[in-house]
Structure formats: structure tokens, C-alpha cells
């Protein structure tokens, strides 16, 4: 299915989403950092999910994608359907909302849509809210990866490093990036990777939107990322990095991909290049 087929566009504005609450065919989701925040209030209609849910969670690679049998089971419990369009949100800028997204183009589920600056955006707006729980109408959802393309594995990443016309962003703190702050084995940065923060992505401003697209295509071309380019981001477990694959599509970079072993597995091998 194509874009041309969403009802909503990729980015959309609290007041687009208001205007459209009633159709049968939307899916809100929320992935709140902090389940109260769920409880407390949320778009009318969005079903709350677990962000854990999102990461393998267990094995050498805890932050890697969970299995297709996991993730049948995790779209069936939302009530993902063929049909659906996902809107998903949270309440932090746009991390675990980013990393559900991705989830759902790695598996060729491509009618999905962003609520710009999350719950805090809807709030802002003076919208309704709806407290306690949403349930979904389960569904039965065979998730296969069918866009593989989306993302990379540490092999093909190692093999690749300075490659022309391959970026890596980091969307870790610059302290995490330099190496002078982490919980892994190693410090530091993969080689030739730069580094823009998540947080700097959002207008602080305005309810934590994506900021001025123009600046931010800017600011990321003076770091050596151009759209043309094929642009992998990362962070410590494809959270905060969800985010900036969501900003990179948002941008128009057409082969926007996420690491999603990130630094939790980069950072804990001993044979991995690492720049300080």
C-alpha cells in the first residue's frame, strides 16, 4: 500500500488528528516513557502499549527487534490490522513513538503517522482527553520483516564503515558520543559517526515538535548528512534513535535506517573500531 493511500499525512498536527477521531480505520497508540502518563490522560480512542515490548529484551542483542512470533503477538493484542492507520505518540518527544514506527515499516506496514510533539502537543492545544484504559479489539496479525531495508546489523555496518555516501548519527549526548560518559564495556563513537542529540531535533518551544525542517536539513548537512545519502542512526538502544529515523524520513532522506543493536552492543564487544 502505498503513502498516497494514508489518510493522514506522515507528520500530523494535533488539530489534524482531532478532526478525524471517528474513523474506524485509525489506530492511536500511545508509548509513554511513563505509564501514569497513560492513566492520566490520553488522545480519545489510543490504546496504551508497553515500550519493553518494542526490544528483544533478552540474548546477546537485548535491544534488537523481538522475533515475528513476539511481534504477531504484540500487533494482534493493539488490533493491528492491514487496514489500520497507526498514529502513534508518547510522552517524550518522539522516542518510543519513532521506534513503533519503525517496527511497523520493517514489517511493510507503511499507513502509519506521527502526532507531532506527542501527548504534550495535544495538551498544549487544549484538547480532550479520555482517562483509564482504551482497550483494543485484538486482531489476528502475522507480522513478517518485510522491508528489511530499514535496518542494519553490526556485520554489515563494520564492513561498511567509510564507505562514501554512507552517514551514521548518533543521536546519543555529546558526553556519551566523546566517550566521557556510558555504562559500556568501551566509550566512545563508531568511526566517522556524527553526532546530533535527539533532544536538539525538537523545538523546545513549541510542545516538543519537529523543529524547523530547513534548520534542521541545515544543521545536518554541515555535519555531512544530505538527503541523497543512505543515513544510519543509532543511540545506546534504538530509543532515542527512534526519534531521529522518524526526523530523517520526515526530512526526505528516502533510505533512512536504525541500528537497532546500538551502542548496548557496539560499546561491549572488543573488536569494534571505536573513535574517541
Not at 554489515?156 to 567509510?162: H, I, T, V
Not at 516538543?208 to 541545515?218: C, H, S
Request: glycine share 10%; net charge negative; aromatic share 6%.
Amino acid at each position: 500500500m502505498s503513502s498516497e493511500d494514508n489518510l493522514l499525512p506522515l507528520i500530523v498536527e494535533p488539530d489534524q488528528l482531532a478532526a478525524h477521531l471517528d474513523n474506524p480505520e485509525l489506530l492511536i497508540i500511545d508509548v509513554p516513557l511513563k505509564p501514569e502518563n497513560y492513566a492520566e490522560g490520553h488522545v480519545p480512542g489510543a490504546v496504551f502499549l508497553d515500550h519493553r515490548r518494542l526490544l528483544r529484551g533478552s540474548g546477546d542483542i537485548p535491544t534488537e527487534v523481538p522475533d515475528t512470533e513476539a511481534l504477531s503477538a504484540l500487533f494482534s493484542s493493539l488490533g493491528l490490522t492491514r487496514d489500520s492507520h497507526v498514529v502513534a505518540y508518547d510522552d517524550e518527544g518522539g522516542g518510543w513513538a519513532g521506534r513503533l514506527l519503525w517496527t511497523l515499516e520493517l514489517i511493510g506496514h507503511e499507513r502509519y503517522s506521527y502526532l507531532n510533539g506527542g501527548i504534550h502537543a495535544w495538551r498544549a492545544e487544549g484538547l480532550p482527553q479520555s482517562v483509564g484504559d482504551d482497550s483494543p479489539v485484538p486482531s489476528d496479525y502475522r507480522a513478517e520483516i518485510l522491508n528489511p531495508a530499514v535496518t542494519i546489523d553490526r556485520e554489515s555496518l563494520q564492513e561498511r564503515l567509510g564507505e562514501k555516501g554512507l552517514a551514521i548519527w548518533d543521536a546519543r549526548s555529546p558526553a556519551e558520543y566523546d566517550g566521557e560518559k556510558g555504562q559500556n564495556r568501551h566509550l566512545g563513537h563508531i568511526p566517522g559517526a556524527v553526532n546530533m542529540e535527539w533532544t536538539d531535533a525538537m523545538d523546545r518551544e513549541r510542545a516538543l515538535r519537529i523543529r524547523d525542517y530547513v534548520e534542521l536539513v541545515t544543521e545536518l548537512e554541515a555535519m555531512g548528512i544530505t538527503p541523497d545519502m543512505e543515513v544510519v542512526t543509532h543511540c545506546q538502544s534504538h530509543h532515542r534513535s527512534g526519534f531521529t529515523w522518524l526526523v530523517g524520513k520526515a526530512l526526505g532522506i528516502e533510505r533512512m535506517r536504525a541500528y537497532p543493536g546500538s551502542w548496548q552492543e557496539w560499546g561491549n564487544r572488543d573488536d569494534t573500531p571505536i573513535e574517541r
